[in-house]
């Protein structure tokens, strides 16, 4: 079968060129975000920066050998309070978490380190309420059943639309195969079903952590190789054919 191509990306109209290339560089910059986020989140899970393995079972996994709450105090949550405050909640913990603690000496301490931020944003537990640090005192079994699949109904329905129009764009590329243009476009999907389905499997066995680090470095390095190709063939190699055509014009 003979491939047809109407058009290229370097032959776009301006308008049309703009609207690609505000779309790329809006979906870059959104990719570079969401790696700082996870280096912020994830990546302080187990007190260190920069992500690791650790992080990730200690993300989704859990430390099953402590709670939710020490596995905060020593990791994401570690700089934001004294070492004397965190020492004390963490040997509270320890000590099963007496409720005849909570109002006199654990309250007062959380609602002043912890409270600022827990009791005013929506997308974080309000453990200055008795019933929600309860549930941070329980063993960490890492993130709940009920939040996996909030994040990835989310993740696979708003990521996949992202990669969707980026493969698309990416169809009017030229200077590569069929086989490997299309290896490009269907290898974020891939690595993205592999990416949410390793945080289940890790949720169950520890071992599988490193697939969360395959998926997301493959979907990131695939969708950056069709954004910069893009936006390369819309806005560069147009300007580098008129050189090249009068360069060979003076040799004849």
């Known amino acids: 079968m003979v491939k047809i191509q109407r058009f290229t990306l370097g032959s776009l109209a301006l308008p049309t060129k703009m609207l690609f290339t505000g779309y790329l560089l809006a979906i870059g910059v959104g990719l570079l975000m969401a790696g700082a986020q996870i280096m912020l989140t994830h990546g302080m899970a187990d007190g260190k920066p920069g992500l690791s393995v650790d992080d990730i079972v200690y993300s989704y996994y859990g430390d099953r050998e402590g709670t939710k709450l020490q596995a905060k105090l020593f990791g994401s ?25 909570w109002q006199g000496t654990i309250k007062p301490l959380v609602d002043q380190y912890c409270g600022p931020c827990h009791a005013n944003m929506p997308s974080l537990p309000n453990i200055t309420e008795k019933a929600v640090m309860d549930q941070m005192t329980k063993r960490n079994d890492g993130a709940s059943v009920a939040t ?105």
Request: aromatic share 16%.
């Open 148 to 252: 996996l699949t909030r994040v990835s109904h989310i993740h696979l329905f708003g990521v996949a639309f992202i990669f969707f129009f980026v493969g698309w764009i990416f169809t009017y590329a030229t200077g590569f195969s069929p086989v490997t243009q299309a290896v490009l476009i269907a290898a974020p999907f891939g690595f993205l079903i592999v990416d949410v389905a390793s945080w289940w499997l890790t949720k169950m066995n520890p071992n599988f952590a490193w697939l969360v680090i395959i998926g997301g470095f493959g979907y990131s390095l695939a969708s950056t190789i069709m954004i910069f190709t893009s936006l390369y063939q819309m806005w560069i190699k147009p300007r580098q054919a008129p050189k090249s055509r009068r360069r060979v014009d003076k040799l004849l």
């Open 77 to 101: 949550m570690k700089d934001n309070a004294p070492a004397e405050v965190k020492m004390t909640l963490i040997k509270w913990t320890e000590a099963g978490a007496p409720a005849d603690e």
